[in-house]
């Protein structure tokens, strides 16, 4: 069981190179984190792990679970699994956080069956209770003038509610304050199950302090060009990614 | 399976069914259908007819042949209207069939769609025979007829426009082509040429209804008009909601629906005409109406169209007693082949009046939605309010929305203000929405209804389920 990715090439719409073959398992089980300058296509690797339709890719494969992702389209794929925690969630005006969510689980049973109303309420209060989300979040339009802060929590709410297989977190540390922080990375720790994978995108070692992740690997260019445990984070910290332009590693 | 063939093999099925309903139900409940058929076009004969069928007395015949006379003399409004009005052709429309027109039309001449969204908004057995021609029964007068009694210890009158001018002359006429004269426009003359059905309805002084009153309009037959007259008065105090609901089967040739619906709100009255017109996109619906809003009045309309070729409709009040409100609260869908052009207009005509229109207009496809405001506020008055929020939201790229205010305040005694905003479902947004599991269509649907949310929760709750359903369609149709 793992999210596997394959040689993975990807590119614009106009051809520009952006992943230039990306090789990562992710085993169920293991939190494993990814960091890199601006640029090297970490965010890139998300989105086209998810499916989104920017990109092309041109080689290479991503099999969840042993299954190809190739033809399925963003929302299969994330009925399949695949859970994305944006670094910008986008704002739904007029749609409640409640009535969003529950849409995305209704949309994952199967034709005729109706999510039971008391369950998810109760589900839902719990896991806002958790990340310490007030209860008027419910009614509120999906991140219609949300700070950055309650915009990741609610991202972790959303992949709470959701449960994927494998949960991609993009910077989700940024713009947050260090209670914030704390906060969110309570949600994660909370979700890490034996049957579950995680990828968390970061360009700091500080969200790592609250999530220990199993490996670390860096990213440049496109391509995965470093990996090892969790001491390659500290090591980043201290000397940063000078070391890519030595080269010898280029 | 596609949706188009999904739809279509719910239709087979359905036809057999349908078509055992019609024999019973057909046979006994119109022994004399077919009896009355103005015939195609327009003529005075044709309104002769209409008044000898309808017995109407001498006032009601000489107002619709000087109506017609009008119609007649006044040009298509092209000059600021599409030119698709001419594809209306007069003389191939029939002016007038009787309740017990016999259908022409078989269940497989229904088109799969509306056969799908009757089946969707799980309209009752009785009513789903209406398509098969027992047209009497569908206009969900039965839901409401027990309150009829109840209803007439209070002394309301809840009749059809031709039991009102006959039976209760006294009230109706005083007031009958006073908010919207013959000549306001080419359709409204038309209307009151050839009008028949709508309702009259008269609230007595103080007499507060806790329950809407509600009609249902709609089209069977092929290349025909149809033109109800709807006159509500509310008298001092008394306050009602009515609502309305349309729906026609989607013909190869053009409908016409073009209805003038007259409202008084006497001092203190209050009347919420709400409307939801579903017609199919054939039909062009062409549409007056108009409140008078007496002193401390309130009228308020809140008009919702997701059907039709074209419609061009543009509600009004006019503010004629002191401290009298007027409100428009509008939501439009236009998919492709569709043009809703609508909007409202205010016309202030006392001290200290207040009006309000919301407009959010929603364009998918090559569809087209158009919105033109009215607002006038003369020099002389003063302390006069107006708010007036147009929103549109393009689905696709080569969607369209067009804009056309036209706010003429005079003097500075008065506070108005507009504001309006065009925005788009972003790639980004459905990005997002998708990646929560939504596949498409889902995406759109919950899109479009969050951006006409905070509107939805004026109708009341049984027609705000109904037109999210119907939105839902109307994009899961639209999208993949």
Wanted: charged share 25%; with cysteine; aromatic share 8%.
């Amino acid at each position: 069981m793992s999210l596997k990715i394959n040689n993975l090439q990807a590119t614009l719409e106009n051809g520009t190179e952006i992943l230039k073959g990306v090789n990562l398992e992710i085993p169920a089980g293991e939190i494993h984190a990814i960091m890199g300058p601006n640029g090297s296509g970490k965010s890139t690797l998300s989105k086209v792990i998810s499916g989104h339709e920017s990109y092309i890719v041109t080689a290479g494969n991503i099999l969840l679970d042993g299954v190809d992702l190739s033809e399925m389209s963003i929302d299969e794929r994330s009925r399949a699994g695949i859970f994305l925690a944006f670094q910008y969630p986008n704002e739904v005006p007029g749609v409640s956080n409640a009535n969003f969510i529950r849409a995305a689980l209704q949309a994952r049973l199967p034709k005729g069956e109706e999510i039971d109303a008391v369950g998810y309420y109760k589900s839902l209060y719990e896991k806002m209770d958790l990340l310490e989300m007030d209860r008027k979040f419910t009614g509120r339009a999906v991140n219609e003038g949300f700070s950055g802060g309650e915009k990741k929590r609610n991202e972790i709410l959303q992949m709470m509610m959701l449960e994927p297989k494998y949960c991609i977190l993009d910077e989700t540390d940024s713009g947050l304050d260090i209670d914030a922080l704390k906060i969110v990375a309570k949600g994660v720790n909370a979700m890490r199950s034996p049957d579950r994978g995680m990828l968390l995108i970061t360009h700091y070692q500080r969200l790592l302090d609250y999530i220990k992740p199993d490996h670390v690997h860096v990213m440049s260019e496109g391509r995965i060009v470093k990996s090892g445990g969790p001491e390659l984070a500290l090591e980043l910290e201290e000397n940063g990614y000078d070391f890519l332009k030595e080269p010898a590693l280029v | 399976m596609s949706y188009q063939e999904t739809a279509t093999a719910i239709l087979d099925e359905e036809t057999h069914d349908a078509i055992n309903v019609d024999r019973t139900k057909g046979d006994f409940t119109f022994p004399e259908r077919n009896k009355f058929d103005a015939g195609w076009g327009l003529s005075s004969k044709t309104v002769d007819y209409i008044c000898d069928v309808k017995q109407d007395p001498d006032w009601v015949r000489e107002f619709r042949h000087k109506a017609l006379a009008v119609f007649e003399s006044k040009p298509m409004p092209t000059h600021w209207a599409t030119e698709d009005l001419n594809n209306i052709h007069f003389d191939k429309i029939r002016y007038y069939l009787s309740d017990g027109e016999k259908p022409k039309r078989t269940w497989d001449e229904v088109p799969a769609e509306i056969l799908e969204t009757f089946e969707r908004l799980g309209i009752p057995e009785q009513e789903r025979a209406f398509l098969a021609g027992v047209e009497a029964q569908y206009d969900s007068e039965a839901a409401y007829s027990n309150m009829k009694e109840e209803l007439t210890k209070q002394g309301v009158i809840f009749v059809t426009s031709a039991e009102g001018l006959k039976e209760h002359e006294e009230i109706f006429r005083p007031w009958f082509g006073k908010v919207i004269p013959t000549g306001d426009n080419k359709f409204s003359a038309l209307n009151s040429a050839v009008f028949s059905g709508g309702s009259f309805i008269y609230i007595p002084k103080g007499v507060k209804l806790k329950q809407p009153l509600q009609a249902y309009f709609r089209i069977n037959s092929e290349s025909f008009g149809q033109f109800e007259r709807t006159l509500i008065i509310a008298d001092e105090g008394s306050e009602v909601m009515y609502m309305e609901g349309c729906t026609a089967p989607k013909f190869e040739t053009a409908t016409l629906h073009s209805a003038v619906v007259e409202l008084v709100a006497l001092k203190g009255a209050k009347i919420q005409y709400i409307t939801v017109q579903n017609w199919s996109s054939n039909v062009f619906n062409l549409v007056t109406k108009r409140g008078l809003a007496m002193e401390d009045a309130e009228v308020r309309w809140i008009d919702c169209n997701i059907g039709s070729r074209l419609t061009m409709k543009y509600p009004g009040v006019v503010m004629k007693g002191e401290r009298a409100r007027g409100e428009v609260i509008s939501i439009a869908l236009a998919n492709t082949g569709q043009h809703q052009d609508t909007g409202a207009k205010m016309i202030h005509a006392a001290n200290n009046t207040t009006s309000n229109v919301v407009s959010k207009s929603i364009s998918v496809g090559q569809g087209r939605s158009t919105y033109r405001g009215q607002v006038h506020i003369p020099k002389h008055l003063k302390g006069c309010k107006n708010n007036t929020e147009c929103d549109a939201l393009l689905i696709n790229s080569n969607s369209r929305t067009d804009t056309y205010p036209a706010i003429t305040v005079k003097g500075n005694r008065h506070a108005t203000q507009h504001e309006a905003s065009v925005s788009q479902v972003s790639e980004e947004m459905l990005f997002y929405m998708q990646q929560r599991g939504l596949d498409q269509g889902q995406a759109m649907s919950l899109a479009v209804n969050g951006f006409i949310n905070d509107l939805v929760r004026e109708f009341p709750m049984e027609y705000s389920v109904e037109l999210k359903r119907l939105i839902d369609l109307e994009m899961e149709g639209s999208v993949g």
